[in-house]
């Protein structure tokens, strides 16, 4: 696609106009009164935290699940169908190893810009040291940089194209993934058992072993007007999961529940876990992903590594046939992951727009 090879306008890098010590931001990242947070000191907000569940029972030195009536198995399944939101803690991914990814990557953006600037990105691919989503000129802008890197299929993984500096950053990020891929790996069968159906329907589902996974850094910069602008407008995710590392210290993630945001208030050493679009195609929406949005603010900066599980990109996903009936017929076409994603990359993060247009199309 011809509007992808290159941005419509000239990068500018927020942590650069961030540390340049302004006191308005540029009116390209002012949103619309609609689209701001200052809804936050509203009762609208609730003061309520997404369910947390402690996952020690089903991975930690056992077996699996007990059978569809296991505790926690429910409890996802009563997360997955309430809020498409959830954390994760006792996860089996190393508590050590998250944190020291998450301190690389904050050494990271905190190189000399030439240094970041080695990896800048291109819409064609997304690869690499980014500031915008979308290839819309003119379009108002959020406030942060990120760092977009494959790690899955096999055939997309090019150290090359992940950071060499900080030195360690390279081995982290091939381990972390690698367990984060396992970690999936074991909730996609839960999430399977928990429709009732075998455990490995969704991994197959997704096109076997061979999925996607990627890895997109968000570096929130300090902001001196954060009651103007959001650091990620609100989206649902385009994959299948994602499991976020939130910044411990700083919270930022909201969550839309009815109509209002629920601020997510970061377990120590858990990941965020939520639904993206291509599970709610290939569950026929029993299971939904969940529009959410990332506020900031002028004290503190914020890193959170957001880590997507997504189907082999060229294959159909639709509803699986065994989860359509006569009273719940399929509700979305087929799609390559391939097609879907354009719409993002294309127009940046616009609410659940995408999928919603899927299904009233039919
Ligand atoms: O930074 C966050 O907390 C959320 C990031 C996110 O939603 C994303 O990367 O898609």
Redesign the pocket.
């Known amino acids: 696609m011809k509007s992808l090879q290159s941005w419509p306008e000239p990068v500018v890098r927020v942590q650069a106009l961030s540390e340049s010590g302004i006191r308005a931001i540029p009116d390209r990242y002012v949103k619309p009164p609609s689209d701001r947070p200052s809804v936050v000191s509203s009762p609208m907000v609730k003061e309520v935290n997404i369910p947390v569940i402690d996952l020690k029972g089903l991975f930690v030195g056992a077996n699996g699940p007990s059978g569809p009536d296991d505790p926690t198995l429910r409890q996802i399944n009563e997360a997955c169908r309430d809020w498409g939101f959830f954390q994760v803690v006792n996860h089996g991914v190393d508590p050590k190893l998250m944190r020291m990814m998450r301190e690389s990557w904050r050494e990271f953006f905190h190189l000399p810009l030439e240094a970041k600037q080695r990896y800048a990105n291109s819409p064609c691919t997304y690869e690499g040291y980014g500031s915008r989503l979308g290839v819309e000129k003119g379009a108002v802008l959020d406030w942060?940089d990120?760092y977009f890197l494959h790690y899955m299929p096999q055939c997309l993984r090019n150290h090359e194209k992940w950071p060499d500096l900080p030195p360690s950053c390279r081995e982290q990020i091939a381990e972390y993934s690698k367990q984060v891929v396992e970690l999936s790996g074991r909730l996609m069968k839960m999430l399977s058992l928990n429709l009732g159906l075998p455990e490995d329907f969704l991994q197959r589902g997704f096109g076997g072993e061979d999925i996607g996974a990627c890895l997109?850094v968000?570096f929130?910069p300090k902001c001196p007007q954060p009651d103007l602008t959001l650091?990620?407008s609100s989206?649902s995710?385009p994959g299948g999961l994602?499991l976020?590392l939130?910044?411990e210290n700083v919270p930022?993630?909201q969550v839309r529940r009815d109509e209002s945001w629920v601020t997510?208030n970061p377990i120590s050493d858990a990941f965020?876990v939520?639904i993206g679009d291509q599970m709610q195609v290939l569950s026929n929406a029993i299971y939904k992903s969940v529009e959410?949005?990332?506020i900031v603010n002028s004290a503190k900066e914020?890193?959170?590594l957001?880590f997507?599980y997504n189907p082999k990109s060229d294959i159909p996903i639709a509803p699986a046939s065994e989860l359509v009936t006569e009273d719940r017929p399929a509700l979305y076409p087929a799609m390559t992951f391939d097609e879907y994603r354009l719409y993002i990359r294309t127009k940046g993060?616009r609410g659940k727009s995408q999928v919603e247009s899927l299904k009233s199309a039919r």
Request: aromatic share 12%; no cysteine.
């Open positions: 942060s990120y997109r968000n929130y650091g990620l989206h995710d994602t976020l939130p910044d930022g993630l997510v965020i939520n959410h949005r990332v914020r890193v959170s957001a997507f993060p």
